[in-house]
């Protein structure tokens, strides 16, 4: 291998490092903006929930720059079968962040209606299924960011929890909905926000097949649905 | 211009094409999942359900060939800045037409447990919203197909029907769980679906505003924010 056959490899090496980087800062941003969102739901303030919503064009940013570079190290650079796989995981865990910022910004637009009507005690169950799917997001970045199968595979397998916390909480509020007609508008959008961390929940595990793929060379087994409310009929 | 550039440059050209040619195939097949979805919401056909959230795989794994593909042609070419974009744009919009087909296959899920409970007269609003969020997606397709930027923007501006659609139908079932308590189940069957399938129209717009960017090479003027739930104050 020449001097300068190495350098490129190198400094191929160095950018992929550079992105990994960049898509584990993304990721901090997204876990923030879903412990913001929580928090402006408990202490009903329109004014941050509105700064959380704003907040989350920075993160599409980060993304949109991430796959453009990523894009372009490709149309310049002609990597080997397993940096495309890094390449390519990388863009797939970038995109996954994007949505998870989604999410912690439409749970913050949702308090802002929910703000104006009556508050419903389910509101600490939507705390909790928030604390258990920061937790997961956050574990798999560092699992993303020491590329540490292990971890990404506890992820996966701990999302049970996530599912079953957002279960528990959709019963409650159908319950508490039977019980008092007028809690109905308040609890909707308290479902629709459960609905969206528990999907943070969901890429989460997405970002942890990922890891598994690029580290193993092979799909994690069992994979789990990709869509929507995988335990939909257990609601 | 040697005939061996010549050469790469019109192959490049044929599998832009070919990619083109696969993605649109991807939404079609989306779009009849939309539509059998719809189907079996109707005639509550619990085993053309699972049919339908079954073939949402055959949607997945063509995403992933897609994305592969592009990965590939990236790595062993390279491509000039238009080209790129074409070649950028075009996994953006695999990645929207996937989203889609998983909306379409959780509208047909949630029709299972549905389908288990009272019935409730606000499915067909619920029939209306879809076949709004289809004909987006087609004509989205078409606008792909022939590279309109025009027609293209027709589906963004016409969203607001889908949009609107969707409050009128979210405004009917909470009206529906307030006046009888016992329909407050099936209606928040139905809340998800019409969410799933006002997504579904959102990521018609995506579609749009890359067609848009690709033929125009700017952003669509005033682009719409790309969360979830774009208009849920005014819900």
Redesign the interface.
């Known amino acids: 291998m020449n001097t300068s056959t190495d350098h490129i490899i190198k400094s191929y090496d160095q950018e992929l490092d550079r992105l990994r980087g960049e898509i584990v800062r993304m990721g901090e941003l997204a876990v923030a903006q879903l412990e913001a969102s929580i928090d402006v739901v408990e202490r009903r303030d329109e004014r941050a929930a509105q700064r959380v919503?704003d907040n989350?064009d920075a993160i599409?940013t980060m993304e949109h720059e991430i796959?453009?570079g990523v894009?372009?190290l490709?149309?310049?650079?002609?990597?080997m079968a397993s940096d495309?796989r890094a390449?390519?995981s990388a863009?797939r865990v970038a995109?996954d962040i994007e949505r998870i910022g989604?999410?912690a910004?439409?749970v913050a637009?949702?308090s802002?209606?929910l703000s104006m009507v009556a508050p419903v005690s389910p509101a600490h169950g939507l705390k909790h299924l928030a604390q258990l799917a920061a937790a997961s997001v956050r574990k798999v970045l560092n699992a993303y960011r020491e590329d540490d199968a292990d971890m990404a595979y506890e992820v996966w397998r701990d999302d049970v929890d996530v599912d079953e916390a957002y279960n528990a909480l959709f019963r409650e509020l159908?319950t508490y909905?039977?019980e008092d007609?007028r809690s109905?508008?308040s609890c909707?959008h308290l479902?629709?926000m459960a609905?969206?961390i528990e999907r943070i929940g969901d890429h989460a595990t997405n970002i942890a097949e990922n890891i598994w793929f690029v580290v193993k060379g092979e799909p994690l087994e069992a994979p789990r649905k990709?869509?929507?409310?995988p335990h939909?009929?257990h609601?």
């Open positions: 919503v989350d599409d796959s453009h894009v372009r490709l149309a310049l650079r002609a990597p495309l390449v390519f863009l995109s989604d999410y910004a439409n637009k949702r802002i209606p159908l909905m039977m007609p109905i508008t909707t479902l629709f609905k969206n990709k869509g929507d409310e939909v009929t609601e």
